[in-house]
């Protein structure tokens, strides 16, 4: 834990000079990007492959890859991800080269994101670090590659380049399956949110509290049998935390109290603002299906990250300086506590970090 407590340290030493330095550098967001990214990719590049529960598996994986004809590569739908590491196995990158190449890709997705669409830069990095996706990153290689390609897929979205869209998605698919569940949210970037049907669509989200039990098979249904019969293990083995659901509820819910703020953005900007809120949603959805089940909770980390770039963006907006002081505040402690909380004996076991050559 001393690692990441000491990388968040790093974090706010960074925020504070440039705010000296560069405060008035037109430049500034992409310093902040540029030094936060870097330092994250080294913490995540330099780890033991001890740390995250799935490393080893991914680099015996790796190290079996060799490269077979076209027709046996396609027989896999996960196929990419399996075509990417016969190219760097066929570059001959050893195991920490490979750790080290897909921090990188991975850490570049979120960077390239957050620069962009992020209204406090820091903020996004720092939720990122502590409400889970980053655990996730150091142990689901794939599903965060996955990922990470929808990331580049969501400005096509606000473009309405549907085939370009489509295509990141196909690619994602490519790496994990999972990540067609991300398709249809094409289709919501025209629906404009306001209180009263922001609060229709959040009270639908809760309402599946009631009948989760009924839900959770006719989802599981579609998924693929490799996936289900590992996560039925782990649902019962390690039960999702109820202040999680709670967590994930909260968010869109804050969000829709303060909505009055997005009122008086620009038509473009209040349609994202709209998309982002309508994903916090489809996050609480599967966070909640995740008390049943294990897999569908892991379909939450396609939507998660907007999360990370609508709690500061709604901050942002805040008129009240006062207030506007008490969000951050609340967005830095409380996932803070969660994070120091939920990482020691968790699931992924990224608590014990070490670099490589300890």
């Known amino acids: 834990?001393?690692?990441?407590?000491?990388?968040?340290?790093?974090?706010?030493?960074?925020?504070?000079?440039?705010?000296v330095v560069k405060s008035n550098d037109p430049h500034k967001r992409f310093y902040e990007a540029l030094l936060y990214g870097f330092s994250l990719f080294l913490l995540m590049g330099l780890r033991h492959s001890t740390v995250g529960s799935d490393i080893m598996q991914y680099l015996s994986t790796y190290n079996n890859s060799s490269f077979y004809s076209y027709y046996e590569l396609l027989k896999n739908s996960e196929w990419g991800f399996e075509a990417f590491n016969i190219i760097l196995k066929n570059f001959?990158?050893?195991?920490?080269g490979y750790l080290l190449i897909t921090s990188f890709l991975i850490v570049l997705?979120?960077?390239?994101?957050?620069?962009?669409?992020s209204k406090y830069i820091f903020l996004s990095f720092f939720l990122h670090l502590t409400i889970g996706l980053f655990t996730m990153s150091m142990s689901g290689i794939r599903q965060t590659l996955a990922v990470g390609i929808i990331l580049f897929a969501f400005q096509y979205i606000i473009k309405k380049k549907f085939f370009i869209f489509s295509f990141l998605i196909l690619l994602a698919f490519t790496f994990h399956n999972s990540a067609i569940v991300f398709f249809p949210v094409y289709f919501l970037r025209n629906?404009?949110?306001?209180?009263?049907?922001?609060?229709?669509?959040?009270?639908?989200?809760?309402?599946?509290?009631?009948?989760?039990?009924?839900?959770?098979p006719l989802i599981e249904f579609f998924m693929p049998e490799r996936?289900?019969?590992?996560?039925?293990?782990?649902?019962?083995?390690?039960?999702?935390?109820?202040?999680?659901v709670l967590i994930a509820i909260l968010i869109p819910l804050v969000c829709l109290i303060l909505w009055e703020n997005v009122k008086n953005l620009k038509e473009k900007e209040r349609?994202?603002?709209?998309?982002?809120?309508?994903?916090?949603c489809l996050n609480a959805?599967?966070?909640?299906?995740?008390?049943?089940?294990?897999?569908?909770?892991?379909?939450?980390?396609?939507?998660?990250?907007?999360?990370?770039?609508?709690?500061?963006?709604?901050?942002?907006?805040?008129?009240?300086?006062n207030f506007k002081f008490i969000g951050v505040l609340a967005?830095?402690?409380?996932?803070?506590?969660?994070?120091l909380l939920s990482t020691p004996d968790g699931t992924l076991q990224i608590d014990n970090y070490k670099f490589y050559w300890d």
């Open 92 to 96: 001959y990158i050893n195991e920490q």
């Open 1 to 19: 834990m001393i690692a990441y407590l000491l990388l968040i340290l790093l974090w706010i030493y960074f925020y504070f000079i440039l705010r």
């Open 271 to 280: 349609k994202i603002y709209s998309l982002l809120f309508l994903l916090s």
């Open 109 to 117: 997705a979120f960077s390239v994101f957050y620069f962009k669409y």
């Open 191 to 216: 629906i404009v949110i306001n209180r009263k049907n922001g609060s229709v669509i959040l009270g639908i989200v809760i309402s599946t509290l009631l009948f989760r039990e009924n839900l959770t």
């Open 331 to 339: 967005c830095i402690i409380l996932p803070l506590i969660q994070f």
């Open 227 to 244: 996936y289900t019969a590992r996560y039925d293990v782990l649902s019962e083995a390690y039960p999702v935390n109820p202040m999680i």
């Open 285 to 321: 959805f599967t966070v909640i299906l995740s008390l049943n089940s294990n897999i569908i909770g892991r379909l939450s980390f396609y939507f998660v990250t907007f999360n990370i770039l609508l709690i500061p963006n709604m901050i942002k907006i805040i008129k009240d300086k």
